[in-house]
């Protein structure tokens, strides 16, 4: 009778129930003109790591990697971040049965992760254009102030990409069709006062079926405005209604972001001391309306020289993100410095809406975009790219469209084998 060996025994055992932990992959690009959007600036033939989603080295002095790319002088820059768009919300811009990003009977505590959709023909489309994260908004119907609040989301086209919910709170103020605007600047105020009160007052002893369900959440949302939790996004272009918000920043202490403000070139220097970031579209040059009439192609220019936080968006179009990197290039043609352009697509972007992402920096996501050449001219192209270290597909709907039509064949004439 054959004898069992213990030892053996007890290892085969264990091996059985604890499960082998690969090593992650370590991947090296080499040779690339790194732009870091960080204070080494621009690193000419130079190397990135990355494993396990992140960044863990630049410029190493003995490359160990699993895979090496050779990047042949192609310039490498962090992933774009598009801001404050519909992208996946909306899939076609004109048909109302595809358009998730607004409804009348939204208020502030409207969520776009519940109708996100990873599978919109849009995000392929955007990737194409650099864009490696996204901060998806709603938007703000005619009969309210309040669109929602914001979510972000990777642009792999997953099920698992939205990464953040209930971010920031996001409203729009100034000019009404009907009425006054000053009905919107008063229910901002009164919203906060009332919350603000409610925090202060330690006697008043509200149980919570002396509140609405909706109410309360509502009351959730701004009580984490106040306490410095959650940031308030204000869509606003005159200058007076800009002042009206500087000194709501400063009574209750909120971490205010400005979208559009055409105006804030005349407040500029208030902006800079109070460290209110400005998101805008630098393509946005002519008077969109009596509230826009300081809008100008050197806007972003000017603001980030008085010390504004400036970042560039593409505006609410969930199919225009893709022309970011157009925003900053025409930024850069009008003053603004080049590697300021950069920051204000990438490093901006991750600072103000809390993203491990945005530099190529030892400890971000390996989000990490291969040019051609210069990402702000119009002639280049995406190459690779890599969202947190994984490589991402570059084909979009147009790209099948053009093969389908462009595919020589005995059918008829718009038809294809």
Not at 165 to 194: D, Y
Not at 230 to 237: E, F, M, N, P
Not at 254 to 275: F, H, Q, R, T, Y
Not at 314 to 327: E, F
Request: charged share 20%; hydrophobic share 45%; net charge neutral.
């Amino acid at each position: 009778m054959r004898k069992f060996n213990g030892s053996l025994l007890v290892l085969s055992m264990l091996a059985a129930i604890v499960p082998c932990t690969a090593r992650a992959q370590t991947l090296a690009i080499t040779n690339a003109k790194i732009y870091t959007a960080t204070e080494q600036g621009v690193l000419a033939n130079a190397s990135i790591v990355m494993e396990a989603g992140k960044i863990i080295a630049i410029n190493p002095e003995n490359i160990e990697a699993d895979t090496v790319i050779d990047a042949k002088g192609g310039v490498l820059t962090p992933g774009l971040i598009g801001v404050m768009n519909a992208l996946g919300l909306v899939e076609i811009e004109l048909e109302a049965i595809t358009q998730d990003n607004k409804d009348k009977k939204a208020d502030m505590t409207f969520d776009p992760s519940l109708a996100f959709n990873p599978k919109s023909t849009a995000i392929p489309f955007a990737r194409k254009g650099g864009i490696t994260r996204n901060v998806v908004a709603a938007s703000a119907e005619k009969d309210s102030i309040f669109a929602g609040q914001t979510i972000t989301v990777e642009l792999t086209g997953g099920w698992n990409s939205i990464i953040a919910t209930e971010q920031a709170l996001f409203l729009k103020l100034g000019a009404v069709k009907e009425g006054s605007r000053i009905l919107g600047m008063q229910m901002l105020k009164n919203k906060l006062e009332e919350r603000q009160q409610a925090v202060d007052d330690t006697t008043k002893k509200a149980t919570a079926n002396a509140l609405k369900a909706g109410t309360a959440r509502e009351d959730a949302v701004i009580d984490a405005v106040l306490a410095g939790k959650k940031t308030l996004i204000v869509s606003v272009d005159r200058g007076s209604d800009i002042i009206q918000l500087i000194k709501l920043k400063q009574r209750f202490g909120l971490n205010l972001v400005l979208l559009g403000a055409a105006d804030a070139i005349s407040v500029a220097p208030l902006l800079a001391k109070e460290n209110i970031p400005v998101v805008m579209n630098a393509m946005h040059n002519l008077p969109e309306s009596f509230d826009s009439l300081n809008n100008a192609s050197n806007n972003a220019a000017k603001l980030t020289q008085a010390g504004v936080k400036v970042i560039l968006t593409t505006g609410g179009d969930a199919h225009g993100i893709y022309a970011l990197r157009y925003s900053a290039g025409l930024a850069v043609a009008n003053g603004m410095d080049y590697s300021a352009a950069m920051r204000a697509v990438t490093a901006n972007a991750g600072d103000v809406f809390q993203l491990n992402a945005g530099r190529i920096a030892v400890g971000k996501f390996a989000d990490v975009v291969l040019w051609n050449g210069d990402p702000f001219e119009y002639s280049s192209h995406v190459q690779r790219m890599w969202i947190a270290g994984e490589e991402q597909s570059l084909e979009s709907r147009q790209d099948l469209l053009r093969d389908r039509y462009m595919t020589k064949s005995s059918m008829p004439a718009a038809y294809f084998k």
